[in-house]
């Protein structure tokens, strides 16, 4: 009696298979735009690593990969030095930029997620009007201040400088998955004597988890990119996070596009580490923020 049982089973899970390959065989058109988008997305990859293997004086097309591989560029970059000075900076002013947006981004949000007051609506209003100013607008007046307060070249400066401009974004991502969750769950800790900070680190932080793996990799790889600023308040050489690492190789009279090619290339290893790392946590950040929405 087990075997046709067996394969009665194993008949339905063909039917099923068969079923769902004739749902897809309709959908063709959804893959075509997908591997389109996957073209589009993977041929700057592409370019910029076929470049990095390329003397410097060769004119061949950029589609076509060298022959022979041409590895002196990243060898010369790594023994001048500059590019482990620049992702050492970067790194810096990145992980010190997250923690300070983080810490005061989730509980502001925190605040503003659950009193519903007249004040708090304009403090929202106000937070995303500043996310509509560009901040190359408001250059000469923010360079002008820091300079009066000794900012420029300095760690802090770049840190207070990045984490004023990416709070709000932040602020509005917390703020819009804490009002998702109950209310009731801060009610029932605050009957059982729990205090407003205890509420906030036992019962709301546990469950940021995804949309702070969000947070990080959004606003992570815009400070690591960050240049205009980066440009106007590092002077020093000494302070060059690796975007301005990569402008040395551009000047008037020649311009090294494998050295800058190989820099760029390395430089972009740390983030696609972290986002291997992270990519779980920030995919399911994405899903629970479209459900709760």
Request: proline share 3%.
């Amino acid at each position: 009696m087990s075997k046709p049982k067996r394969h009665e089973r194993g008949t339905d899970l063909y039917l099923e298979e068969t079923e769902r390959f004739k749902f897809r065989k309709k959908d063709w058109w959804k893959y075509l735009i997908g591997l389109a988008l996957l073209f589009i997305y993977l041929y700057p990859f592409f370019i910029i690593i076929n470049v990095s293997l390329k003397p410097f004086g060769d004119t061949t097309s950029r589609m076509k990969f060298p022959d022979p591989v041409y590895w002196d560029n990243f060898k010369s970059v790594i023994a001048a030095g500059d590019i482990f000075v620049g992702i050492r900076n970067s790194l810096i002013i990145t992980v010190l930029v997250l923690i300070l947006e983080i810490v005061v981004g989730c509980m502001a949000a925190y605040a503003l997620a659950r009193n519903q007051s007249k004040v708090n609506e304009v403090v929202r209003s106000l937070i995303m009007s500043v996310m509509m100013i560009t901040p190359l607008t408001i250059l000469v007046g923010v360079y002008s201040t820091m300079s009066k307060i000794h900012a420029t070249s300095t760690y802090w400066g770049m840190v207070l400088l990045l984490s004023s401009f990416g709070l709000p974004m932040v602020i509005f991502l917390y703020t819009n998955f804490i009002s998702s969750i109950p209310v009731a769950l801060d009610e029932a800790a605050a009957i059982d004597g729990a205090s407003n900070l205890q509420i906030f680190f036992k019962i709301i932080l546990p469950q940021l988890k995804s949309v702070t793996v969000t947070v990080i990799i959004l606003q992570g790889v815009g400070i690591w990119n960050e240049y205009t600023y980066s440009y106007y308040f590092l002077q020093k050489k000494e302070m060059q996070t690796i975007t301005l690492v990569i402008k040395t190789f551009f000047s008037s009279v020649s311009n090294d596009y494998g050295s800058a090619a190989a820099t760029a290339v390395i430089g972009m290893a740390p983030l696609i580490i972290l986002y291997l790392f992270l990519q779980k946590y920030f995919i399911q950040g994405q899903v629970d923020s479209a459900i709760k929405s």
